[in-house]
């Protein structure tokens, strides 16, 4: 008799873009043990898997996707449980390949490990044509060598 277990893989949400099959993502750095594939799956809310950046400092990460998309929700989530910090976060699209990016959102949140340690934001944007999504994390705008961190980068 052959057999093999099948181990059931949690799977995307209705209505989420599989940006895993769909889009080549570039970054600035990842740390071998928290690679930028984590902020992609399905493993989420506080405790979740994470990308973490090897290197302090600002980092980003653009997602080109293969076709045009249609994106109407971004959804992001951070943690942080270890210092208290400012983190300011940058949200832009390219409609032409990447050449020139429009900026959508920039916003800013502090974290304290005393009190506000997660962060999830949820943006409605109704964009269509993007070739390109890019993120930019300051992890701390007050320029401390803190790593950039992300639990997941969610698109609808």
């Known amino acids: 008799m052959r057999k093999h277990i099948l181990h059931s893989q949690p799977s995307l949400e209705v209505g989420e873009i599989p940006v895993a099959s769909i889009a080549t993502v570039f970054v600035t750095s990842e740390d071998v043990d928290y690679p930028v594939d984590q902020a992609f799956d399905p493993h989420r809310g506080p405790g979740g898997t994470r990308w973490i950046a090897e290197q302090a400092g600002e980092q980003t990460i653009i997602l080109a996707f293969d076709t045009p998309q249609t994106i109407r929700q971004v959804n992001l989530e951070f943690e942080e449980t270890e210092v208290s910090r400012t983190q300011e976060l940058q949200l832009a ?58 639990i997941s980068f969610v698109l609808r």
């Open 93 to 150: 699209i390219s409609n032409d390949g990447g050449e020139h990016y429009r900026e959508l959102r920039r916003q800013e949140f502090n974290f304290s490990p005393g009190g506000a340690t997660f962060e999830r934001e949820e943006w409605t944007i109704s964009e269509a044509r993007v070739t390109h999504l890019r993120i930019k994390i300051k992890p701390d705008k007050s320029g401390k060598p803190y790593r950039a961190t992300l």
